[in-house]
C-alpha cells in the first residue's frame, strides 16, 4: 500500500514512513493512493471475532507489506489488554434503532485509546527495526494528550511534547497528563485556544530545519495510522448490527474529523454506511459549511464538550480532496485561501457529493445538559458531554427512519464530572483507576503562544 499527500507535492510513502511521518512535507496529509475494500463475504467473516482479530483483517490491507494480519492480531490484542470491557467496543441499545458504541474502555477513558494504543507500539516496532528515535510533538484539546502520553511514557526511543490550551481542559483532563511521571513526557499549557496550540505544532513541522534536527513526529489525528485503527471499530459495530446485509448510520460528536473520516474509510471499504451525521458544540464550523457550502473561521468559544472546541478541522482536508477529485492543486488552493482570508467556498458539485453521505447538527452547552438528562431519564445511561451531542444529532436526523443509528459513546461521564453534575445533579465516580490521579503532583510548563520560546523549551529537553 502506497500514499500520497492531499496537497500532491510529498513524496509518496509506504505504511511504515507514514506512521513515522505525521504531516506530509507539503504541508498535506497521507491517504492510501487507493482504498482497499473487502468483499461482502470477508466483512461477513468478521462476525463474532474477538475485537483484535477482527481489527487486524480491516488494518492489514493498510500495512501492506509492512506487517503480516498476525502481527497486526498480536499487537492489537496487546494494545487492547489493559481495556475494560472483553468486547473492547461494546454495543449498547439505548433507544429502538439507536445503539451507543462505548469507546471509552481505554486506559484514558476517549476514544483515542483505541487508535494510540496501538500506534504506540507500532512507533515502537518500527523505531526498533530502523535503530532510530523521535521526538513526538502534538496539541490537544484535552483527550488526544493523555491518550498519546499513556501510549508512549517511558518509552526509550521516543520523547513526548503535549501542548494544550490553558485552562481550556477540564481538571480530569489536565491531571491525567500532567500527573504522568516519567522522563520522556513534558507538558505543556499553551496560553492560547486549541487552534493556537494546533498552529503552534504546524509551524514547527514546517521548519524543517528544527523538524529534521529533533525528528519531530505526530500522533495527532492529522498521522494517518490513527484514522486507519479507528476504521476498525466502525466496521466490527456495522457487522455486530447485520452488516454487510443491513445498512447503518452512525452519529459522531466531531472537532477535528478524523473520528468521523475514519467512518467515511469504513464505507470506502465497502461496509454499508449510509449516513453520518455529525454533532458539533458552539464552535459549528461544519455545521455552517455543510449548510452553506462556505467554510468560515470565527473565534473559539469554550463549552462543556472541551474536545470539540475547534475550529480549523484538520481531518477535514482529507475529505476535500476526496471531493474534489485528488486534486493536490486545488486542496492547496482552497486552504491557501482559508489560512489567508479565514474562509473558502466549494462549488455545487462537491458539496452534493459530500451532502449526499454527512449531514450535521449543532448543540449548545445548555441543549447539551438537556440532551444529558433526557438520556438519563430515558435510558438510565450517563452519557458525558461530547456523546450527547451526537445523540442530539442523530435524534434531530431526518435520515431514512428504517436505517439504525449508532451513536458514538467518544468519552466516559467520568471525564467531564462537572458538566454531569450540573445536568443530573450526581458527579460519576471515575473508575478506581484513575483515583490516585487527583491528588498526585501536576508536572506542566506555562509557556506564552510564541514560537521561539515552545521550540527552545524542546530543544532543551529533547533526549539525544
Ligand atoms: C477528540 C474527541 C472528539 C472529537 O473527535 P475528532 O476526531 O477530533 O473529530 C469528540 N469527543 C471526545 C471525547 C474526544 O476526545
Known amino acids: 500500500?502506497?500514499?500520497?499527500?492531499?496537497?500532491?507535492?510529498?513524496?509518496?510513502?509506504?505504511?511504515?514512513?507514514?506512521?513515522?511521518?505525521?504531516?506530509?512535507?507539503?504541508?498535506?496529509?497521507?491517504?492510501p493512493e487507493a482504498w482497499p475494500t473487502l468483499s461482502a463475504v470477508e466483512i461477513r467473516g468478521l462476525a463474532g471475532r474477538p475485537y483484535a482479530e477482527a481489527a487486524a483483517r480491516v488494518l492489514a490491507p493498510y500495512a501492506g507489506g509492512a506487517m503480516s494480519r498476525d502481527e497486526l492480531e498480536t499487537l492489537l490484542a496487546d494494545a487492547y489488554r489493559s481495556f475494560g470491557h472483553a468486547a473492547v467496543a461494546p454495543l449498547k441499545q439505548i433507544g429502538p434503532r439507536h445503539w451507543l458504541l462505548e469507546l471509552f474502555h481505554g486506559p484514558t477513558l476517549a476514544f483515542k485509546d483505541y487508535a494510540l494504543q496501538a500506534v504506540g507500539r507500532l512507533f515502537d516496532r518500527a523505531l526498533a527495526r530502523r535503530n532510530q528515535r523521535v521526538t513526538i510533538v502534538g496539541a490537544t484539546s484535552g483527550d488526544t494528550g493523555s491518550a498519546a502520553i499513556e501510549a508512549l511514557r517511558d518509552r526509550t526511543s521516543v520523547d513526548v511534547f503535549v501542548l494544550f490550551p490553558r485552562g481550556r481542559v477540564s481538571e480530569v483532563q489536565r491531571r491525567q497528563m500532567t500527573t504522568v511521571d516519567a522522563p520522556n513526557v513534558h507538558c505543556i499549557a499553551l496560553d492560547g485556544t486549541f487552534d493556537d496550540c494546533q498552529d503552534m505544532v504546524k509551524a514547527m513541522f514546517n521548519d524543517t530545519g528544527f523538524r529534521d534536527e529533533h525528528k519531530l513526529s505526530a500522533v495527532n489525528?492529522?498521522?494517518?495510522?490513527?484514522?486507519?485503527?479507528?476504521?476498525?471499530?466502525?466496521?466490527?459495530?456495522?457487522?455486530?448490527?447485520?452488516?454487510?446485509?443491513?445498512?447503518?448510520?452512525?452519529?459522531?460528536?466531531?472537532g477535528n474529523f478524523g473520528n468521523v473520516f475514519a467512518a467515511y474509510g469504513a464505507k470506502r471499504m465497502g461496509f454499508p454506511i449510509e449516513r453520518l451525521i455529525l454533532g458539533s458544540n458552539s464552535n459549528d464550523i461544519?455545521?455552517?459549511?455543510l449548510a452553506s457550502g462556505e467554510m468560515k473561521m470565527e473565534p473559539v468559544v469554550p463549552t462543556y464538550s472541551p474536545s470539540m472546541d475547534i475550529q480549523v478541522s484538520s481531518n477535514f482536508e482529507r475529505l476535500l480532496f476526496e471531493v474534489v477529485g485528488r486534486d493536490g492543486a486545488?486542496?492547496?488552493?482552497?486552504?491557501?485561501?482559508f489560512r489567508k482570508d479565514g474562509r473558502f467556498r466549494l462549488d455545487d458539485e462537491a458539496m452534493g457529493r459530500i451532502r449526499g453521505l454527512f449531514e450535521a447538527h449543532r448543540l449548545d452547552d445548555t441543549g447539551t445538559l438537556e440532551v444529558i438528562r433526557r438520556v438519563h431519564r430515558e435510558s438510565g445511561e450517563l452519557v458525558d458531554p461530547h456523546t450527547a451531542i451526537g445523540i442530539a444529532a442523530a435524534a434531530r436526523s431526518r435520515f431514512d427512519p428504517a436505517v439504525p443509528v449508532i451513536s458514538l459513546a467518544t468519552a466516559h461521564p467520568a471525564k467531564f464530572g462537572e458538566a454531569i453534575e450540573r445536568a443530573v445533579g450526581v458527579r460519576p465516580k471515575p473508575p478506581d483507576r484513575l483515583q490516585g490521579m487527583m491528588t498526585a503532583k501536576e508536572r506542566v510548563q506555562d509557556l506564552p503562544n510564541d514560537q521561539k520560546t515552545v521550540k527552545s523549551f524542546i530543544a532543551g529537553r529533547v533526549r539525544r
Do not use: C, H
Open 1 to 31: 500500500m502506497r500514499y500520497v499527500s492531499t496537497r500532491g507535492q510529498a513524496p509518496v510513502l509506504g505504511f511504515e514512513d507514514v506512521l513515522l511521518t505525521g504531516l506530509a512535507r507539503d504541508g498535506g496529509l497521507y491517504l
Open 221 to 254: 489525528s492529522i498521522n494517518w495510522v490513527r484514522i486507519a485503527v479507528q476504521i476498525a471499530y466502525y466496521a466490527v459495530a456495522s457487522v455486530a448490527l447485520g452488516a454487510p446485509d443491513k445498512r447503518i448510520a452512525f452519529a459522531v460528536p466531531t
Open 286 to 289: 461544519l455545521t455552517r459549511f
Open 330 to 337: 486545488r486542496v492547496t488552493e482552497l486552504l491557501t485561501r
